[in-house]
């Protein structure tokens, strides 16, 4: 088919849009791009309306979101990160892991660094990585298809942004900033399928950005690797010696040859530098992991549960639609998605009888995507979040898509001749409707678009400026902006969280700040501050934690925040007193305790009932109360 038009009916491809007769006019843009363009925008604009809406209040990052930040200053710098995010890897805290590669965030750095390097420019920075994710995505589409296909998978794209809600895809986390480019991948793969091979450096980048930035994605991308590479070995053989397929497979297989080798190069750097390396480190966790996995029965079960299409497709923006309750296992019933697996198989062998080669290989990358991802899903260690598989619902939004397509080829292929083109007609009618009113209630949504965590946020920021003017005034056992300032937390809530925004907006500000030695993979090796090296300690202390540091000799209080007003602090009262005679009735008396000193701890336990989780969901959206002091440096926290 090449890159001709693949209409959405079994017929081959028009003439080539871009050919010029010699010596005439320069014909205007062809239109299947100029849709390319109007489909562009309106995926697109609730994106931007979100990035805007996002502008205020001013957002503090905590935890991974300001470690992202952190990273992102040290490009371009002597401390360039070689390696990706930390992660749930390693043995313990002190041999933590990180994902394997840095390429996110020299993506994003420009344009935070354009934006003004602020906390908001970390956000619009995500949103231009992932507007250039939909024009690639649509790019390929028009290539494959044409402007209908175009429009096919603009409607596609508009559920998937619906489904993950704005939330998310203005969010710089990073199991979050693949979730587009996820998509670009399989449309890449499938486009190499149908021997358009000008898109397999295209499919090595996403490839390459999936898997760096999130872990999960290795083994994904390393099945559909695996399918490129016979896709071109097949192509390879069926092309004779010196056939445009033979130049193309090698052409294009060298150029993305060379550009896989050059991002990768900086975690190979690391690997070889360091004793173990990063990428020796995520080997021996998922070699030898430190508990049983999910098992393939497992994962072929959460694969069945995120085919849910239907939940897919009536998701709510506002949070994260239809997937899965982030506070919980995947849990529900398989029937929908085995009825959707079955609808599926029914389609696939449609296109084969049809003749119909682009959707017939569709519906392979589709099929080798469900293997691998039940794959995957069986391979989690650990507790089974939910940002461990955002990457299934871009795989059932495609599978959905061509069973759609291959229904309507279907319908065009038993019609007459002289029907095939209003049938035609009404389905690019009815999708372009999809299209626009998506696009219109999405930004719509996005002018009330929050930012990640808000209370914790704004928590921070009521407590950094006191913070900010104790340190200069040399407060305590602090000197100004001469001193060296080692921030430790004793969070009764969540777990330090809010620690490590505090480094990044004292550092943001011109102190020189940074954390134990126990917490270098998290913090970076060069932000690493010892007692010995410190001129004071700034402790961020929650909940009950606050009394026992306001006992302590040489301790100076500079701050206090209580977010929660009198009926939300009732409210607290009453569900502690509610969670722990549940905790007490379910034989879990070890937890008690730990709900006043580790409240998100107790919340992953996987011994709690849904109830006991509820609970203590609200508790950690109410919040604690939260002190900063300025204590000496060899102070126990």
């Known amino acids: 088919v090449g890159t001709g038009d693949v209409e959405l009916r079994p017929s081959v491809a028009k003439a080539d849009d871009h050919d010029v007769n010699r010596g005439a006019a320069p014909r205007p843009l062809p239109r299947r791009w100029l849709v390319m363009g109007g489909m562009w925008a309106l995926v697109g604009l609730p994106l931007v309306v979100a990035a805007v809406a996002l502008r205020r209040p001013h ?49 994003v750095a420009p344009y935070y660094r354009l934006f003004g390097s602020s906390a908001w420019a970390m956000q619009a920075a995500t949103v231009v990585l992932n507007l250039a994710a939909l024009g690639t995505a649509l790019v ?46 399989l449309l890449a793969v499938w486009s190499v399928a149908c021997d358009d091979f000008a898109m397999l450096p295209v499919a090595v980048f996403a490839a390459s950005f999936c898997a760096q930035t999130h ?58 530098t360091h004793d173990p390396g990063n990428l020796r480190a995520i080997y021996d966790h998922l070699a030898t992991p430190s508990e049983e996995p999910a098992g393939f029965g497992r994962g072929v079960e959460l694969a069945l549960l995120h085919l849910d299409v239907g939940g897919l497709l009536v998701g709510d923006s506002g949070s994260i639609g239809s997937l899965p309750d982030p506070s919980s296992d995947p849990d529900g019933s398989v029937v929908p998605g085995l009825v959707v697996l079955v609808v599926w198989a029914v389609a696939a062998v449609a296109s084969l009888r049809l003749g119909h080669r682009a959707l017939a290989r569709l519906h392979l990358v589709v099929a080798v995507s469900l293997v691998v991802g039940a794959i995957s899903m069986g391979r989690i260690i650990g507790k089974e979040w939910y940002y461990l598989m955002l990457w299934a619902w871009g795989v059932a939004a495609l599978l959905l898509m061509a069973v759609g397509w291959t229904v309507v080829a279907l319908v065009l ?30 930004t719509v949504d996005a002018v009330d678009t929050d930012p990640p965590e808000p209370r914790l946020s704004s928590t921070l920021g009521a407590v950094l400026p006191d913070t900010m003017a104790a340190l200069e005034r040399g407060e305590g056992a602090a000197t100004g902006r001469d001193g060296r300032y080692m ?97 007490r009735a379910d034989a879990l008396d070890d937890l008690v305790p730990i709900v006043d000193g580790n409240l998100f701890g107790a919340s992953i336990d996987e011994r709690i009932s849904d109830r006991a989780r509820r609970l203590m969901t609200r508790m950690l959206e109410l919040g604690e109360p939260t002190a900063v002091f300025i204590t000496p440096p060899d102070t126990t926290v």
């Open 59 to 107: 957002w503090y990052p905590v935890l991974d979101l300001a470690m992202t930040e952190l990273r992102l200053r040290d490009v371009g710098t002597s401390h360039t990160p070689l390696i990706g995010l930390p992660g749930r890897i390693g043995p313990s805290l002190a041999e933590q892991g990180s994902h394997p590669g840095p390429l996110s965030f020299y993506l």
């Open 140 to 185: 390929i589409a028009v290539r494959r298809g044409g402007a209908r296909l175009g429009i096919a998978i603009a409607v596609l794209l508009v559920i998937l942004v619906s489904g993950y809600g704005l939330m998310m895809l203005t969010q710089p986390w990073n199991p979050y900033l693949p979730l587009l480019w996820w998509v670009v991948l």
């Open 215 to 272: 872990v999960p994605y290795l083994g994904l991308t390393g099945g559909l690797c695996v399918l490129t590479i016979v896709i071109l070995a097949l192509a390879w053989c069926r092309g004779s010696p010196g056939s445009a397929t033979r130049r193309g497979v090698a052409r294009w297989g060298a150029c993305s040859l060379v550009l896989g080798l050059a991002l990768w190069v900086p975690p190979l750097i690391d690997q070889v």
């Open 413 to 442: 292929a038993r019609a007459g001749p002289e029907r095939r083109r209003p049938i035609a007609h009404v389905v690019t009618l009815a999708l372009l409707g999809a299209v626009v009113v998506g696009s219109v209630a999405l």
């Open 487 to 583: 921030v430790a937390f004793s969070d009764a809530v969540y777990f330090g969280s809010q620690s490590y925004g505090l480094v990044s907006e004292l550092q943001r500000a011109g102190f020189d700040a940074g954390m134990a030695d126990v917490l270098h993979v998290p913090i970076t090796d060069h932000r690493v501050i010892g007692p010995d090296d410190a001129t004071a300690l700034v402790v961020l202390a929650t909940g009950q934690n606050i009394e026992r540091f306001r006992g302590l000799p040489e301790v100076l209080e500079v701050a206090y925040v209580e977010p929660r007003d009198a009926s939300e602090r009732a409210e607290f009262a009453r569900l502690r007193t509610t969670l722990v005679d549940e905790l």
